[in-house]
């Protein structure tokens, strides 16, 4: 089920993903996958593996037991037996970890696949009794090297290990080391080369706007890759829809937002000059509004998504495209100005919403009329028919919402006095 938005791919699992022998991996590679029983990819795998082997940054969002680990594996050893590692600094490749457990499982599958070749992999937590055994193999200069956020910043403390021949780097669960300590993993991952001279895989499991701020600095160009466990239940969220005409459309969304106490909302619509008019419209009477652009750059969409978040705008318009990674657990109402033409991007704004329950009110005007059915036939339910009446509570005229608003979308600005010329007496 794949979404309509441009630049996120969006897919629910389980699917069944290519066989391993589709993709460019090293020959080697690819028997040893054989021998350990790993024949075709998982969905998260079959979208990955196809942009990190052009060369692709990826920032990767999925739940454990979407095949985000033997991922990470497959690529850092591709890259080992491509290239024969003779005259490069080492290490080559660099997996940083939430945990020592998650490190020593994933170096388990490394060997596995490196047995009896040249390249060494190593392990280092940095922890008291496992230091002993892991320094020695770690000054040796391995080719992968799996580590944690203190591992790390032990070998970067002690100048163990110098990292300026690095060419990969995971970051596996990104948001539980930002959770601990944002300015900390900033830090360190901070003394590593820069995005340009590597390439960098970053793993989320549950989405954060710090976690997300952190993975676009350390990232250069990343395609962004969302994979959802399956269909989300929608039972608990209010589904409805009103059946307007489309000159009718503006004045009943006023209405629907003076209704509702001109509520924090997600506004949907489809086409970007109309997302563009609208959030003009409702700014220019008072409200704080704001247009999540599609092209606009990762970091300043996110200061966008953090302000929504915070209170700064009360409405957030977005198209399909420019809706990627709005997670916002206190977000309980999305209005869809328009229906979307594809009945798959209905569930994609749905999930959206912060939990599992919630309102969401779709105006139908004469085109959407022709996409419903198909949303209700995915949906598997009939959306809950509203009927604005009476008129005048529902359809809202813009002079009267600036008037209920204080007339603040209007301030009448004084000009300012030229230079050279003294301020004017009162």
């Not at 200061?303 to 809706?323: C, H, P, Q, W």
Request: aromatic residues 6%.
């Amino acid at each position: 089920m794949e979404s309509g938005a441009e630049g996120i791919k969006a897919l629910s699992v389980p699917l069944h993903g290519r066989p391993f022998a589709t993709f460019p991996l090293h020959p080697l590679l690819k028997e040893r996958l054989v021998a350990a029983g790993f024949t075709r990819t998982t969905t998260l795998q079959d979208l990955a593996l196809s942009e990190v082997l052009r060369g692709r940054d990826l920032i990767l969002r999925a739940r454990r037991g979407s095949g985000k680990g033997l991922l990470t594996v497959l690529w850092a050893v591709h890259r080992l037996l491509s290239g024969n590692g003779e005259g490069e600094a080492r290490p080559i490749a660099l997996v940083v970890t939430s945990g020592p457990e998650r490190a020593q499982a994933l170096a388990r599958w490394a060997q596995k696949f490196l047995e009896g070749l040249e390249h060494r992999v190593a392990i280092f937590s940095g922890e008291g009794d496992r230091l002993e055994k892991e320094l020695p193999e770690v000054e040796k200069g391995p080719h992968l090297l799996f580590t944690t956020p203190d591992g790390l910043s032990r070998l970067l403390k002690w100048n163990i290990l110098r990292f300026h021949g690095l060419r990969l780097l995971v970051v596996d669960e990104l948001e539980s080391m930002v959770a601990r300590s944002q300015t900390f993993i900033r830090q360190i991952l901070g003394k590593l080369p820069p995005p340009d001279r590597r390439q960098t895989l970053v793993l989320l499991e549950d989405l954060s706007y710090p976690a997300l701020e952190v993975a676009l600095e350390i990232t250069r160009d990343p395609e962004e890759i969302y994979v959802e466990e399956g269909r989300r239940d929608f039972s608990g969220v209010a589904l409805k829809v009103i059946h307007v005409s489309q000159e009718e459309k503006w004045p009943l969304l006023l209405g629907i937002l003076r209704q509702r106490g001109w509520p924090r909302a997600l506004i949907f619509v489809n086409e970007k000059a109309t997302a563009q008019r609208l959030t003009e419209d409702l700014k220019a009477l008072g409200l704080k509004a704001a247009f999540l652009k599609p092209e606009l750059p990762p970091p300043l969409r996110l200061n966008f998504l953090k302000g929504f978040a915070r209170g700064e705008y009360r409405i957030l318009v977005a198209t399909d495209a420019g809706s990627r990674f709005i997670q916002d657990p206190d977000l309980d109402f999305i209005i869809n100005y328009d229906l979307p033409e594809i009945p798959s991007d209905f569930l994609q704004r749905a999930a959206r919403l912060g939990r599992d329950s919630g309102e969401i009110i779709s105006l139908c005007d004469e085109t959407g009329a022709f996409f419903l059915e198909a949303i209700e036939e995915l949906l598997g339910r009939r959306l809950e028919v509203l009927y604005p009446e009476p008129e005048e509570e529902w359809l809202v005229s813009p002079s009267s919402v600036r008037r209920e608003l204080g007339d603040r979308g209007t301030p009448v600005r004084r000009p300012r006095p030229r230079k050279g010329r003294s301020r004017p007496r009162r």
